[in-house]
């Protein structure tokens, strides 16, 4: 699962944890268990500055790299619903 919200405090995961929760029911409607070593987040993190660090992008490349993330489970850039390839 990846979580990505722009400009917020780095204190403040609201954004974040609200998109973790929306995905959470879709992952149960889909029959899909998401450990909590399996949500990736970037707080605060533009998606439209290229060179901008991204290491929950990162780590959840990673991890699917290495055979341990079948599917990706994200909420929808447009910020009303989740989407799953």
């Known amino acids: 699962m990846y979580c990505r919200i722009s400009h917020?405090?780095?204190d403040d995961q609201t954004g974040a944890d609200r998109q973790e929760r929306i995905c959470r029911e879709i992952?149960?409607?889909l029959g899909l268990t998401v450990a909590e070593n399996q949500v990736f987040v970037d707080n605060n993190r533009s998606a439209?500055?290229?060179k901008r660090k991204h290491p929950g992008w990162d780590a959840l490349l990673a991890e699917a790299s290495?055979?341990?993330?079948?599917?990706?489970?994200?909420?929808?850039p447009d910020r009303?619903?989740?989407s799953s390839p």
């Open 80 to 82: 009303k619903g989740a």
């Open 48 to 50: 439209w500055q290229r």
């Open 66 to 76: 290495e055979g341990r993330v079948r599917q990706v489970l994200t909420y929808h």
């Open 27 to 29: 992952a149960e409607r």
């Open 8 to 10: 917020a405090n780095d």
